[in-house]
C-alpha cells in the first residue's frame, strides 16, 4: 500500500489547520455522543457552543482574509462557500436536531479534509508573500479552544 505524503503547509495557514483539526475532533465527539446514547439535547448544546467558539469565527476569517486570495468565480472557492453554507444551516436546525447532527458530522468531517487536502494547497501555491503575512499576522494569536463543561465523549 503506498503511504501517502504529508502535506507541507505554509507557516501563514496552520492556525487555520489547527482549526481544522478541532473541528474533526468536533465530529468525533459527536460520533462517540451517538455510540454512548447520549440524550440529544446534550448533543445539541455541545454543537451550539461549538457553532459559536469556533465556526462562526473560522468561517468568517477564512471567508475574509483567504478565499479573496483566489478568483471570486474560482470553483474551489464556490465549493466552500457553498459548504459553508450548508453546514450553517446544520448547526442552526432545530426541527430535526438528531438528523441534522448526524449530518453535520459527516458533513463537517468531508468539508474539512477537501480544505485540508485540496483548497489550501491552490491557495497557498498562488497567494503572494504578502498576502500570506497577512494572514499569519492575523491568525498568530490562535490556540486552543477552551474546554467545553460536559465532556459527554469520555
Known amino acids: ?9 505554509h507557516q501563514a495557514l496552520i492556525p487555520l489547520s489547527r482549526q481544522h483539526h478541532f473541528g474533526l475532533l468536533f465530529s468525533w465527539k459527536l460520533r462517540k455522543g451517538f455510540s454512548k446514547n447520549i440524550e440529544t439535547e446534550r448533543l445539541q448544546e455541545y454543537a451550539k457552543w461549538f457553532y459559536e467558539n469556533e465556526i462562526k469565527p473560522h ?3 477564512e471567508e475574509k482574509y483567504l478565499f479573496p486570495i483566489l478568483e471570486k468565480d474560482n470553483e474551489l472557492i464556490e465549493r466552500a462557500l457553498k459548504e ?3 453546514i450553517k444551516r446544520l448547526f442552526n436546525d432545530t426541527k ?6 448526524h449530518h453535520l458530522e459527516e458533513e463537517l468531517d468531508a468539508h474539512i479534509r477537501f480544505e485540508e487536502r485540496v483548497l489550501f ?4 501555491q498562488v497567494a503572494t508573500k504578502a498576502q500570506l503575512e497577512k494572514i499569519e499576522e492575523i491568525h498568530s494569536e490562535l490556540g486552543k479552544p477552551p474546554d467545553y463543561h460536559d465532556p459527554f465523549w469520555e
Open 59 to 61: 468561517f468568517r476569517d
Open 121 to 124: 494547497n491552490e491557495i497557498q
Open 96 to 101: 430535526n436536531p438528531e438528523k441534522s447532527l
Open 1 to 9: 500500500m503506498e503511504k501517502k505524503k504529508p502535506i507541507k503547509r
Open 84 to 86: 459553508h453554507r450548508r
